[in-house]
């Protein structure tokens, strides 16, 4: 899957609105990598839009909640604006994006979704439960106390997991 430099900055304004940006290190980079790699895989599956499109993945209805999961939301990541980003979670985005440049895996595997179990809407709980056992079951749990997201894939969408790919720029 080949990413533009528009991608990349979308990438991380999505980032930047669902790390929790206190937690230590370790944890930090894992929801890190966790968000980015479930946009890519998103991406790479075209359940959101046509495959590689990075933008359709971040804009979809109530995917990311400050872009457009909650009535105060941005409404698309075009209308975030670049005062919002935050520079830990640019850097670690950029660092870790160059590490699947440079031939790394997906930290999440192929998995479709991720949510944190303690501020989910009580109408995603039905997908999210099960999620969460599955995540602690497979060690796909990245933060710590209250302030994780768990990952993997909703039933719904497993037949959609993309393949495996690895990324490139387009210059």
């Known amino acids: 899957m080949l990413l533009t430099r528009q991608d990349i900055k979308d990438i991380v304004k999505v980032t930047s609105t669902e790390v929790v940006t206190g937690l230590r290190d370790r944890d930090f980079r894992a929801q890190v990598a966790g968000v980015v790699d479930t946009i890519l895989n998103r991406s790479a599956s075209g359940v959101w839009g046509r495959k590689g499109d990075v933008r359709a993945v971040i804009?979809?209805?109530?995917?990311?909640?400050?872009i457009s999961g909650n009535p105060n939301a941005y409404g698309?990541?075009?209308r975030m604006p670049d005062s919002r980003i935050n520079g830990r979670v640019e850097q670690a985005v950029l660092e870790y994006l160059q590490y699947r440049l440079d031939g790394g895996t997906s930290s999440v595997g192929n998995h479709l979704n991720y949510a944190n179990p303690y501020y989910?809407?009580?109408?995603?709980?039905k997908w999210v439960q099960p999620l969460a056992i599955r995540a602690r079951?497979?060690?796909l749990v990245f933060g710590s106390g209250t302030a994780i997201?768990?990952?993997?894939?909703?039933?719904?969408?497993?037949?959609k997991r993309p393949n495996p790919f690895k990324i490139g720029l387009i210059k």
């Open 149 to 159: 997201h768990v990952h993997g894939t909703d039933t719904y969408l497993q037949s």
């Open 59 to 66: 804009n979809a209805p109530i995917q990311f909640s400050a």
């Open 76 to 78: 698309s990541v075009q």
């Open 120 to 125: 989910s809407s009580q109408q995603s709980m």
């Open 137 to 139: 079951r497979e060690g």
